[in-house]
Each structure stands twice: as C-alpha cells, then as structure tokens.
C-alpha cells in the first residue's frame, strides 16, 4: 500500500511538473510591432514625429525585423506607404502599397483603390504623347 501511494504521488508529481512547463514555455511573436501602432497614433492625431522621422524610425524597425526573422505587421507597409506619399515620394508610396498588397493578399482592393488614386506608374524616360 505505500509503495502505491509513493507511486502515485511521484506520477502526480511529475504530471503537475509538465502541467507547469508545458504552460511556460511561450510561442515567439508572429509580427514584429515594436513602436508601429504609437507611429499610426501620430499620425492620426499629427502629433509627435514628423511624417520624415516616422518613416526613418519605421524603416529601422523593418530592417531589425528581418535581422530577427520576423514579419511586419498587417498595415506597416500601407502605413508606410502613406507616410511617404505625405512628404511627396509617390513612387516609394506605390512600391510600399504593393508590397503590402502582396504581404497580405485580403488587402488587395483596398491597396488597389489607394494604387488607383495615385493615378498610373509614371514612366520615365519616355516622351508623352498629345
């Protein structure tokens, strides 16, 4: 009889042990959000960074991300986009859009609607014909 109970006790032991590691042990983020949602914040509100400050600190954000392997947040790109296209780079505004487009293809007729507006890819180099 008590070397059941010892039994026992050491399974229930060893079960409550991989109850309690099985719990911590932690799933690594998908995204890497770091400071994008305070930088859609500013934006919004036109307040803290300007829009050229917004764009270097979210540009680092993106390069520290794909050091670590990780995806950008749904929105980053756009976010991104748009911020370029505030401080008038309509062709890194229309190279963000479409990589966000590609990121997450559930965006693709909002990104398009935002492409459209841009109005058509300039081509450079060419004469426009009258």
């Known amino acids: ?25 932690q799933a690594p983020p998908l995204y890497s959000w770091e400071a994008f949602p305070r930088h859609q914040y500013d934006t919004l509100l036109r307040e803290g960074k300007s829009p050229l400050e917004q764009i270097r600190a979210m540009e680092s954000q993106a390069e520290k991300a794909r050091a670590k392997g990780l995806a950008l947040p749904p929105g980053f790109r756009a976010h991104l986009g748009m911020l370029h296209l505030t401080v008038g780079d309509a062709d890194a505004a229309r190279r963000y859009l479409e990589a966000e487009k590609a990121a997450f293809p559930e965006a693709e007729a909002y990104m398009d609607r ?8 300039e081509t450079r180099g060419t004469a426009n014909p009258a």
């Open 1 to 25: 009889m008590k070397r059941r109970r010892t039994s026992l006790r050491r399974l229930a032991l060893g079960a409550a042990a991989g109850f309690v590691a099985g719990c911590a042990t």
């Open 114 to 121: 935002l492409l459209e507006r841009l109005g058509p890819r």
